[in-house]
């Protein structure tokens, strides 16, 4: 299954490409959607729409899955990240592409099996668990890359479990 992470925020959305096939993981892409800071709101919204348009076109993924929104202190940036949310989760639905939506603890718990893990460990895992020889950058790709293996695990999980009863 091709699975595609999205990390929303309005200057910066990572994604990540992953392939997993019986619980192990392929990178395939990731990167960085960028939008100039000096742009409108409406513009920099569009221009998110556009360049997920256009990876999705190319990538072709089976499934998504969006990082939910989670502030605990900075809650200046909830609005513009929930904008972009708000635009990856509409481009997605238009396309009809089945979406899993995940908690940063979530992502953690799936990577690390710890809910409290660091950054610096989240990555580590990313780049053990898609056997790359480096850790991700920048943090908002490794982020995406974090949330498509989280899908994969979620997902792997929910259907074997069903598969058992």
Same mark, same amino acid.
């Given at each position: 299954?091709?699975?595609?992470?999205?990390?929303?925020?309005?200057?910066?959305?990572?994604?990540?490409?992953?392939?997993? &096939?019986?619980?192990?993981?392929?990178?395939?892409?990731?990167? +960085?959607?960028?939008?100039?800071?000096?742009?409108?709101?409406?513009?920099?919204?569009? %221009?998110?729409?556009?360049? =997920? +348009?256009?990876?999705?076109?190319?990538?072709? *993924?089976? @499934? &998504?899955? &969006?990082? $939910?929104?989670?502030?605990?202190?900075?809650?200046?940036?909830? &609005?513009?990240?929930? !904008?972009?949310?708000?635009?990856?989760?509409?481009? +997605? #639905? @238009?396309?009809?592409? *089945? /979406?899993?939506?995940?908690? *940063?603890?979530?992502? $953690? !718990?799936?990577?690390?099996?710890?809910?409290?893990?660091? $950054?610096?460990?989240? @990555?580590?895992?990313?780049? %053990? =668990?898609?056997?790359?020889?480096? /850790? *991700?950058?920048?943090?908002? #790709?490794?982020?995406?890359?974090? /949330?498509? /293996?989280?899908?994969?695990?979620?997902?792997?999980?929910?259907?074997?479990?069903?598969?058992?009863?």
């Amino acid at each position: 299954m091709i699975i595609l992470g999205l990390d929303p925020g309005t200057a910066i959305t990572g994604y990540g490409l992953i392939e997993a &096939v019986a619980g192990s993981y392929r990178l395939l892409n990731y990167g +960085c959607i960028r939008t100039e800071p000096g742009h409108s709101d409406a513009a920099r919204l569009l %221009k998110l729409h556009e360049d =997920l +348009c256009f990876l999705l076109d190319a990538a072709r *993924p089976e @499934q &998504v899955a &969006v990082e $939910k929104l989670f502030f605990n202190r900075n809650t200046t940036t909830a &609005v513009p990240v929930g !904008q972009a949310r708000g635009v990856l989760l509409l481009t +997605c #639905a @238009q396309r009809d592409l *089945p /979406i899993g939506e995940y908690t *940063p603890l979530e992502v $953690k !718990q799936a990577l690390t099996g710890y809910g409290r893990a660091d $950054k610096k460990q989240i @990555q580590y895992m990313v780049a %053990k =668990l898609l056997r790359m020889k480096e /850790i *991700p950058k920048p943090d908002d #790709a490794a982020d995406a890359l974090a /949330i498509a /293996i989280t899908h994969a695990h979620y997902y792997r999980n929910a259907h074997l479990w069903k598969e058992g009863q």
